[in-house]
Nanobody, 125 residues
Framework: QVHLAESGGGSVQAGGSLTLSCAAS????????MGWFRQAPGKVEREMIA????????SQADSVKGRFTISRDNDKKTLSLQMNSLTREDTGMYYC??????????????????WGDGTRVTISD
């Protein structure tokens, strides 16, 4: 089992940058597919933003390609999301998630197994 805690959210102006971090405790992070998901205001579903598999393979939503970068440090048990050129559409709650084998290959559409409590990101004009 793994416990996840996000940090780094905040309010920034459009065009700015933020870096989100996720600290993991419990099982070795290297065992899990990891991802960042976003829940936009007024929406119920959580949208996959970026994922990184156990072998380092990454994938991103089309809306963030070229702007967001996901990375992991298995030794430090951390997951990061570097977000650049932020727009109002990036506003939302960002969740760190961990999943067993196959979750990344499915793009998170089959769910993830562990979730953090989220960190809020607000982008203003």
């Amino acid at each position: 089992q793994v416990h996840l805690a996000e940090s780094g959210g905040g309010s920034v102006q459009a065009g700015g940058s933020l870096t989100l971090s996720c600290a993991a405790s419990g099982s070795a992070l290297s065992r899990y597919c990891m991802g960042w998901f976003r829940q936009a205001p007024g929406k119920v579903e959580r949208e996959m933003i970026a994922m990184i598999d156990t072998d380092g393979t990454t994938s991103q939503a089309d809306s963030v390609k070229g702007r967001f970068t996901i990375s992991r440090d298995n030794d430090k048990k951390t997951l990061s999301l570097q977000m650049n050129s932020l727009t109002r559409e990036d506003t939302g709650m960002y969740y760190c998630a961990a999943g067993w084998a196959g979750r990344c290959a499915a793009g998170g559409k089959n769910g993830m197994d562990y979730w953090g409590d989220g960190t809020r990101v607000t982008i203003s004009d």
